[in-house]
Nanobody, 125 residues
Framework: DVQLVESGGGSVQAGGSLRLSCVAS????????LAWFRQAPGKEREGIAG???????SYADSVKGRFTVSRDHAKATLDLEMNTLKPEDTAMYYC????????????????????WGQGTQVTVS
């Protein structure tokens, strides 16, 4: 199993920036894909940035050009740099993980992930 802890959320004005961090721990023998999702009240959980099984990164159209992920394998982290934030980016942000053999090239689909963090709130006003 994998345990995930997110940090870095907060409140920011539109146009501002935030950096979220996800730290994974637990199973060190399985290769995992990591991804960031978000969920606003009354909306479905949305995949916004994920690392596919070949290491390539996928972004949702809604965040392309504004959000960037970076993965540190040694530290088992996946950071999300969010720039030019908009009020519609307001949501609970979650980190997700699962084995590369399960995620394959579907890193932005919530259903493939079994392991989730508790989430961190981002509010843009």
């Amino acid at each position: 199993d994998v345990q995930l802890v997110e940090s870095g959320g907060g409140s920011v004005q539109a146009g501002g920036s935030l950096r979220l961090s996800c730290v994974a721990s637990g199973d060190t023998h399985t290769r995992y894909c990591l991804a960031w999702f978000r969920q606003a009240p009354g909306k479905e959980r949305e995949g916004i940035a994920g690392v596919d099984s070949d290491g390539s990164i996928s972004y949702a159209d809604s965040v392309k050009g504004r959000f960037t992920v970076s993965r540190d394998h040694a530290k088992a982290t996946l950071d999300l740099e969010m720039n030019t934030l908009k009020p519609e980016d307001t949501a609970m942000y979650y980190c997700a993980a699962d084995a590369v053999t399960r995620v394959l090239y579907d890193s932005l689909r919530a259903a493939v992930y079994r392991y989730w963090g508790q989430g961190t709130q981002v509010t843009v006003s």
